[in-house]
Nanobody, 124 residues
Framework: VQLQASGGGLVQTGGSLRLSCAPS????????MAWFRQAPGKEREFVAA?????YYATSVTDRFTISRDNTKNTVYLQMSRLKPEDTAVYYC?????????????????????WGQGTLVTVSS
């Protein structure tokens, strides 16, 4: 199973980008899909997840929206009002389980499948 993330790039502060993640060879329609990010010199952090509900990191609430199209087996991350601190490599993650524990959504270790990442750079 491969998770192919795309859509990253260079954008100015206040701009928008939409990331896409399309798993190949496997459907996660009954599981969880999420986005994490990792900035240089920092740990990987949770951004958003789609499972029993939609979950967001505090830093992106009201700016980012996660959505999923099961007919296309694709998850999206619409990012608006981007800030320089959003600069990072964004990773798509997925798991076949539908988490029943809310805290699991925020933990990288709960996700079995990971994509290769796509770089988002926000210039000031």
């Amino acid at each position: 199973v491969q998770l192919q993330a795309s859509g990253g790039g260079l954008v100015q502060t206040g701009g928008s980008l939409r990331l896409s993640c399309a798993p190949s060879g496997h459907s996660f329609s009954r599981g969880v899909m999420a986005w994490f990010r990792q900035a240089p010199g920092k740990e990987r952090e949770f951004v958003a997840a789609d499972g029993r509900g939609k979950y967001y990191a505090t830093s992106v609430t009201d700016r980012f929206t996660i959505s999923r199209d099961n007919t296309k087996n694709t998850v999206y991350l619409q990012m608006s009002r981007l800030k320089p601190e959003d600069t990072a490599v964004y990773y798509c993650a997925a798991d076949d389980r539908m988490f029943s524990t809310r805290g699991y959504y925020y933990e990288p270790k709960q996700y079995y499948y990971w994509g290769q990442g796509t770089l988002v750079t926000v210039s000031s």
